[in-house]
Antibody, heavy 126, light 107 residues
Framework: QVTLTESGPALVKSTQTLTLTCTFS??????????VSWIRQPPGKAPEWLAR???????YYSTSLRTRLTISKDTSKNQVVLTMTTMDPVDTATYYC??????????????????WGQGTLVTVSS | DIQMTQSPSSLSASVGDRVTISCRAS??????LNWYQQKPGKAPTLLIY???ISESGVPSRFTGSGSGTDFSLTITSLQPEDFATYYC?????????FGPGTKVAVK
């Protein structure tokens, strides 16, 4: 079955760089139409998508955070890594690693998030 | 970015009630709309994709409708396990965005 597990520090200081690792199983990121995204959710708020990397190495970033984010993958280890620079207390959130799939029908392609990790809470101290 | 809004932000309902949640996009997104359910302390789970297609294993009481800018999620007969927060998410843009959520609480 598909599983995704996030790992990284639970606490970082303001201005530091956060590095999170997603280790997954049950699928390969070399399979067409699959991707892995990072999504975060501040306490009591809606999810916010951060970044995505596709099976073909294409990557995408949140418009508002793109200057601070880097996403990469190691297909041999089944891992995806996210780095976020210049952390601030407003970045305190649960960070999720999420698999994405593409629904395709007659030239129509839609991306959706079908498997989520359990999430890791990252607290940023000032 | 495309902005998503949901209404109501919360509602109270009883088991067996029919519940409808609305979602609106700030620009047309065709059918590029997904719905998720989230229970406290858990990650969201996919309910509906492409506005109307139910994810495998999702009970038939959950139905999605709409296209363009206006969408809805209907639970035809609310069950105890359905008390949760529901989020819509647009997939029209590669920079996806979620709605603010609708919390369905016990009346």
């Amino acid at each position: 079955q598909v599983t995704l597990t996030e790992s990284g520090p639970a606490l970082v200081k303001s201005t530091q760089t956060l590095t999170l690792t997603c280790t997954f199983s049950g699928f390969s990121l070399t399979t067409s139409r699959l991707s892995v995204s990072w999504i975060r959710q501040p306490p009591g708020k809606a999810p916010e998508w951060l970044a995505r990397i596709d099976w073909d190495d294409d990557s995408y970033y949140s418009t508002s955070l793109r200057t601070r984010l880097t996403i990469s993958k190691d297909t041999s280890k089944n891992q995806v890594v996210l780095t976020m620079t210049t952390m601030d207390p407003v970045d305190t959130a649960t960070y999720y690693c999420v698999r994405g799939s593409i629904f395709a029908s007659g030239g129509y392609y839609l991306h959706y998030f079908d498997y989520w990790g359990q999430g890791t809470l990252v607290t940023v101290s000032s | 970015d495309i902005q998503m809004t949901q209404s109501p932000s919360s509602l109270s309902a009883s088991v067996g009630d029919r519940v409808t949640i609305s979602c609106r996009a700030s620009q047309t997104i065709a059918s590029y709309l997904n719905w998720y359910q989230q229970k406290p302390g858990k990650a969201p789970t996919l309910l509906i994709y492409s506005a109307v297609i139910s994810e495998s294993g999702v009970p038939s009481r959950f139905t999605g409708s709409g296209s363009g800018t206006d969408f809805s999620l209907t639970i035809t007969s609310l069950q105890p396990e359905d008390f949760a927060t529901y989020y819509c998410q647009q997939a029209y843009s590669s920079s996806v965005t979620f709605g603010p959520g609708t919390k369905v609480a016990v009346k």
